[in-house]
């Protein structure tokens, strides 16, 4: 029913409950409520700790890789730059040696009247061609042992132009190896003493430098290792799991036992409410 004109419409009261006193919570009831949320808090907060403590370990083993990571690159760089100047020096000493050979050999030809011949020393024959080229025509077959006489010095390629005839010959082949020999007639083998010593000394050089070389590619190698594989990363994380399970347990076990008890209690006082 709805009421008159300009009359206000009543506030509903509260309805008070009464409880009777085997209804209303008892006071280890309530003592065990406050200690189930504190025990929950004291989780919580467990937990928030172990998480903190896990992030900073992570964060300083980051920074501890980070630093070695810069430590690594500063002895790299120093490493190089010892293996550059080791290899430095050895140049101005190599250049020394180099042209020292040079000189041994322009007087040994001097001394000798080089005539600028060279002996096949290729089995069974080689070819002479028409032009400095391996595809070139084939001008004519030079044996083993022959001696032949040439224009000039080798070009860069170790070709030679043949007096006379002007055909071309290779003196050195990249296959095959040595074709002509210089020849020095009665003098031959003191040429080769003197050509097996400059060929050994160009050996420890070259043997050397690959050996300098070699080091350099090894600092290039120096590195931190790297970090866990993703089947170990899910190896961590179940560890770290157990770990925070076996430091939650000893509070999840009294927070069970509280609740238990909590709910016994009010198990038996609602069991006599209903008597």
């Known amino acids: 029913r709805l009421p008159a004109p300009g009359r206000s419409v009543a506030e509903p009261r509260a309805v008070a409950v009464a409880l009777t006193e085997a209804e209303q919570e008892s006071k280890e009831e309530r003592e065990l409520t406050l200690l189930i949320r504190q025990k929950q808090s004291d989780i919580e907060q467990a937990r928030r700790k172990w998480n903190n403590r896990r992030q900073r370990l992570r964060g300083e083993r980051e920074e501890e890789e980070s630093a070695l990571r810069q430590l690594l690159e500063k002895d790299k760089q120093r490493e190089y730059e010892r293996i550059e100047r080791e290899m430095n020096g050895l140049r101005d000493n190599f250049e020394y040696q180099v042209n020292a050979e040079k000189k041994w050999m ?50 860069e390629d170790q070709w030679i132009q043949l007096e006379g005839s002007g055909d071309w010959a290779l003196t050195w082949h990249q296959k095959h190896g040595r074709l002509l020999q210089r020849w020095f007639g009665p003098d031959q083998q003191k040429f080769l003493d003197l050509q097996k010593k400059i060929e050994d000394r160009r050996k420890v050089r070259n043997q050397t430098f690959v050996d300098y070389r070699r080091k350099k590619n090894e600092v290039e190698q120096w590195a931190i290792p790297p970090g ?22 000893p509070l999840l076990k009294e927070s069970r036992e509280l609740k238990r008890r909590l709910r016994d209690l009010r198990q038996r006082r609602l069991e006599a409410a209903e008597e």
């Not at 000798?112 to 290729?122: L, Q």
């Not at 070819?127 to 070009?155: F, H, M």
């Not at 866990?228 to 347990?249: C, G, H, N, R, S």
Request: aromatic fraction near 6%; include cysteine.
């Open 106 to 155: 322009d007087e040994f030809k001097r001394d000798s009247k080089h005539k600028n011949e060279w002996i096949c020393v290729f089995k069974p024959a080689m070819v002479a061609r028409k032009k400095p080229a391996e595809d070139g025509v084939v001008a004519r077959r030079i044996q083993l042992d022959e001696i032949v006489k040439a224009k000039g010095e080798p070009t």
């Open 228 to 249: 866990p594989t993703k089947e170990e990363e899910y190896e961590i994380e179940d560890e770290e799991a157990e770990q925070l399970a076996a430091t939650l347990e």
